[in-house]
């Protein structure tokens, strides 16, 4: 079984910082795209940040909303991703989640997400 388990999240002032992890572990073989989304109440789960950064060649792309601020960036010896926040904004307020999609141990690729750390931006 492959797992995704976040942690980070939390309460913070706005213009405040915050670092979420995700942490992949289990029957891996490879990573390949990771992925940060968020969903804010009454809205649609959005796409925050995402890496194909597997070598230093990799790619990255961010949601228009959250360029210069976030830092997606990965850790592939360890399996993990992270999401540097800077700045943050009370309409950051949300449950981000951690998306990847990983070969398992049986060759077979398979799209994962994680069960969400609540990130709450408020004075």
């Known amino acids: 079984q492959v797992q995704l388990v976040e942690s980070g999240g939390g309460l913070v002032q706005p213009g405040g910082s915050l670092r979420l992890s995700c942490a992949a572990s289990?029957?891996?073989?490879?990573?390949?795209?990771m992925a940060w989304y968020r969903q804010a109440p009454g809205k649609q789960r959005e796409l925050v940040a995402a890496?194909?950064?597997?070598?230093?060649?990799?790619?990255?792309n961010y949601a228009d909303s959250v360029k210069g601020r976030f830092t997606i960036s990965r850790d592939n010896a360890k399996n993990t991703v992270y999401l540097q926040m800077n700045s943050l904004k009370p309409e950051d307020t949300a449950v981000y989640y951690c998306?990847?999609?990983?070969?398992?141990?049986?060759?077979?690729?398979?799209?994962?997400w994680g069960q969400g750390t609540q990130v709450t931006v408020s004075s």
């Open positions: 890496t194909t950064a597997t070598t230093s060649s990799g790619t990255t």
């Open positions: 998306n990847a999609n990983i070969l398992n141990g049986l060759r077979r690729l398979n799209n994962y």
């Open positions: 289990g029957n891996i073989f490879s990573i390949d795209a």
